[in-house]
């Protein structure tokens, strides 16, 4: 059965530093997404990328992050300057279209822990 | 704007017996919703979903939920619980009101006591 994978599953980096998480969405979907899930606390919503365009974005998607489909089948998440808060798991998710709502299916994750 | 409520952030329940995780909802649109599990160090998987048609929807390994707009609510039951049930429980809602996002639920922690 397709899979979402992502690498690293951890990354451990220092303040200030950029990091750089890598997905693979399934290879027949259109809509990608991140998410992330601080320690103890919920998912949440971070950006949603449709055509090489980002479609939505949550308010904590500010300027130190960036998406990018830089090939046909990678889709990264990109923090420029990492912040001790930035310590998550973060997730992503594909899904094979829109408009009637279709299942978005989730990586294993990525656990970013900043030092 | 969308929400949902999980009251029970931990659920300890001994084996083979019937579980019932609250899910409520709020939103100004149609929706959607899901319940998602997540195994210790593991990423989220679809248990279940509700998208149109009955209101009772079944899902993997025994999990059902029940959809009830006039409560607005997506409980999720499971007749007899194993220990491999033990896990974290998400409730989820979307919509296609211009936007494809989940909206997750702060998540029940079910234990199931042999």
Redesign the interface.
Known sequence: EPEVTQTPSHQVTQMGQEVILRCVPISNHLYFYWYRQILGQKVEFLVSFYNNEISEKSEIFDDQFSVERPDGSNFTLKIRSTKLEDSAMYFCASSERTGGFYEQYFGPGTRLTVT | AQSVTQLDSQVPVFEEAPVELRCNYSSSVSV?LFW?VQYPN?????LL?Y?SGSTLVKGINGFEAEFNKSQTSFHLRKPSVHISDTAEY?C?V???FG?????????TRLTIIP
């Open positions: 959607y998602y593991q990423g989220l998987q679809l979903k998208l998400f989820a979307g919509s296609n936007n494809e996002k989940l909206t997750f639920g702060t998540g």
